[in-house]
């Protein structure tokens, strides 16, 4: 039997800090793909682009490892903490934050055409407010963190 790839719902929450546009991308070939594929898309439908956190790429790097080490797949961790829990506990402070995850998904365009078919993982997609952004995969673990400092 082939597995799909699986998504949860979107996470989003009103109510951080920096993200330094000339901050490298991820070190991972296919992260910074979809860093690009996601700014594309942002565009194409009038947002900005995203700037890059390394702090938000941290946590979400962070949580992509841990669903894979502990065997989970959700936005809350097996010790009951949230993206918005993990971004304060890093001393992200932020006006709004959203998280997609995904797993299954091998490569960039893939989790990107994932995520554009699932009504709440596309609205934080093309969230204009949320200005910040980091990535985090972890073999097929995706996170997509994003911030409005």
Known sequence: MRRLPALVVALALG?????????PVSADPEAARFADL???HRVSVGCATLSWSGPVAGVAQAHSED????????HTNPDGESPFDRLAA????FSSAAENIA??????EAVLAGWLGSPG??????????TQHGIGLEGTHWTHLFIRP
């Not at 109510?15 to 901050?23: N, Q, Y």
């Not at 890093?90 to 402070?93: E, K, R, T």
């Not at 797993?103 to 960039?108: D, I, K, L, R, V």
Request: aromatic letters at 10%; proline letters at 5%; charged letters at 15%.
């Open 121 to 130: 993982h596309r609205a934080n997609i093309e969230n204009c407010a949320l």
């Open 67 to 74: 669903m894979v080490a502990r065997s989970f797949f959700s």
């Open 90 to 93: 890093a001393g992200i402070g």
């Open 15 to 23: 109510a951080c800090e920096g993200g330094d546009p000339l901050a």
């Open 103 to 108: 797993y299954g998904y091998p490569s960039a």
């Open 38 to 40: 996601v700014n594309d």
